[in-house]
């Protein structure tokens, strides 16, 4: 059987091919953050959280997202019991974000909802290959005039 025969292929071009398989693991990986009750950014959010105590700014920066793109994320989260936003008290201009108990058990769902969506998606990988995988993917410039991949 030829490879023509074998079903639909992308082509061989590696920004095409790139794009074929985002969009692929991207359905995924939506599919399986709707499971856990979180979109993508709110999801990042509280990856970021988990970390501990963040200023919003620093959020925002690390989400590279507008502060007012991140106060509608903040916003979704807290109404959720997901996170919560407390004046710092060495600064009471600056906000911390912190992720709560509910927004830990919720990232716990998501992160067991994700592994397995990796799990499925580099089956034929090694941990080594994964590695490697992330460090090439790193390489690449996404850095584009005028491009916002928040949108």
Do not use: Y
Request: contains cysteine; aromatic residues 2%.
């Amino acid at each position: 059987m030829t490879a023509a025969q074998d079903g639909p292929h992308p082509p061989q071009r590696l920004g095409l091919l790139l794009a074929w398989h985002g969009s692929v693991t991207q359905v995924r990986m939506k599919r399986a953050l709707s499971a856990a009750g979180l979109t993508p950014r709110h999801a990042m959010t509280l990856m970021h959280l988990e970390e501990g105590p963040i200023s919003q700014r620093a959020l925002a920066d690390r989400l590279e997202v507008d502060p007012s793109v991140l106060v509608g994320i903040l916003n979704d989260l807290e109404g959720d019991g997901l996170a919560e936003r407390r004046r710092d008290p060495a600064d009471r201009r600056r906000h911390n974000v912190a992720i709560t108990e509910s927004g830990s058990t919720a990232l716990g769902r998501t992160n067991a909802a994700l592994d397995e969506v990796e799990q499925g998606l580099f089956a034929g990988f090694s941990p080594s290959d994964r590695d490697t995988l992330r460090d090439l993917l790193a390489r690449i410039d996404t850095r584009a005039d005028g491009f916002d991949c928040q949108e």
